[in-house]
């Protein structure tokens, strides 16, 4: 059985809203062990909708939307899924009183458009939102399943999390899902697809996902070893470019490096103007950065500085501001701290590689 998602609602087809349901319900579902067939995003129109939702529906299949079930005049979703399936919409008392019981507590007048919300299809069964007005839907129709959920994300996910993904677990068995998440930095997308090629992946399902300066490989497969010796042999191939078998970030890998061998870092930056200190900012080792002009060597910009910032051991326990004026011991100890406190231990060829290569795609 296949599953497929639909968003709903013009201001995504628009490109007014990002489409934020699907990315997380596709995470989630993968993440409990589940394969999506499709994503799909469809405007308010009734009849756009009911094809789509009809045409799904031939083949057994689970289909989760978001969106449209609200009680404004373009939200068209029940009215879609009760054509699709041929059931005729019905009063539902508990979904009508609880809408009721809401509006209420809101000091609001119960409108016709309130009253709309409580008519589900025959045969549906309600998933309690607690969050708003607008009553999820799971319902069965022929071989497959509907599972209508809201589209504001803080009413989604709570009706996701508590009771549609255990509909889903009742009808299809999750498949026990071991994934790797590796990331290269310095290898063209091209090099790592060559090598895939050439390495046994038959029982894996891989993402190949290029990003500015690196590369991420996904992989998902029902064999960890196959995983396992997938990992060795890209070890094999790109050594220390590929960082991280965790999908963590360089300055995550980085910062556990030198934890690990007890060192600290620091930064002389030029070019990259105080990116690196950006990155490594609140991570432990990072001690502090220096920054000049791409075409002013460092021991320059502090002689022709008119102010200089000076580290706290010099100046009390604030990191303070001084003017050049009656400085030259603090701008003397700033040109040399590089090899006085900063670069005081040395740093392992694997983690000078990271440096190298971030500056590099820099």
């Known amino acids: 059985m296949e599953i497929f998602i639909v968003s709903i609602g013009n201001e995504i087809l628009e490109g007014s809203i990002l489409d934020t349901n699907s990315n997380y319900l596709a995470r989630r579902l993968k993440e409990e062990g589940f394969s999506v067939s499709g994503i799909f995003a469809v405007g308010d129109s009734l009849n756009e909708l009911e094809q789509l939702l009809s045409q799904l529906m031939r083949k057994e299949a689970i289909i989760i939307t978001t969106g449209g079930l609200g009680p404004t005049f373009d939200d068209k979703t029940t009215q879609a899924v009760s054509k699709a399936c041929k059931k005729r919409l019905k009063l ?5 009183f609880d809408i ?3 509006v209420k507590a809101k000091g ?5 458009s309130h009253t709309r919300q409580a008519y589900l299809p ?5 998933l309690p939102n607690h969050n708003g007005t607008a009553a999820g839907i799971f319902l069965k129709c022929n071989q497959s399943y509907f599972i209508c959920m ?3 994300p803080s009413e989604m996910k709570p009706m996701f999390e508590n009771y549609a993904i255990k509909n889903i677990k009742e009808i299809i068995k999750p498949i026990k899902l071991y994934r790797c998440d590796f990331k290269l930095i310095g290898v063209p ?3 790592a697809d060559e090598f895939l090629k050439r390495t046994n992946t038959q029982n894996i399902k891989i993402i190949l996902n290029a990003m500015e300066g690196e590369l991420a490989i996904r992989t998902l497969s029902e064999d960890k070893d196959i ?3 997938l990992k060795k042999n890209l070890f094999e191939k790109f050594g220390y470019k590929l960082y991280s078998t965790k999908n963590q970030t360089i300055e995550d890998v980085l910062s556990e490096e030198l934890e690990k061998e007890d060192l600290t870092i620091a930064f002389l930056e030029s070019i990259t103007a105080g990116y690196l200190a950006l990155l490594m900012f609140d991570k432990a080792p990072f001690i502090g950065s220096f920054v000049s002009d791409a075409n002013i060597r460092i021991d320059d910009a502090f002689e022709k500085a008119d102010i200089v910032a000076c580290p706290c051991n010099l100046v009390g326990n604030e990191f303070d501001l001084h003017l050049r004026i009656n400085s030259d011991e603090i701008t003397q100890t700033l040109r040399y701290m590089g090899n006085i406190n900063f670069m005081r231990k040395s740093i392992s ?4 590689g990271f440096i190298y290569e971030t500056l590099k795609s820099s």
Do not use: C, F, Q
Not at 122 to 126: L, N, Q, R, S
């Open 92 to 96: 539902n008392k508990s979904v009508y």
């Open 227 to 229: 995983l396992e010796d």
């Open 108 to 112: 609001v007048k119960l409108k016709t």
């Open 122 to 126: 025959e045969g549906a069964k309600i």
């Open 349 to 352: 060829k694997r983690t000078l």
């Open 189 to 191: 997308e091209s090099d």
């Open 100 to 102: 009721l019981s809401k």
């Open 150 to 152: 809201p589209g504001v």
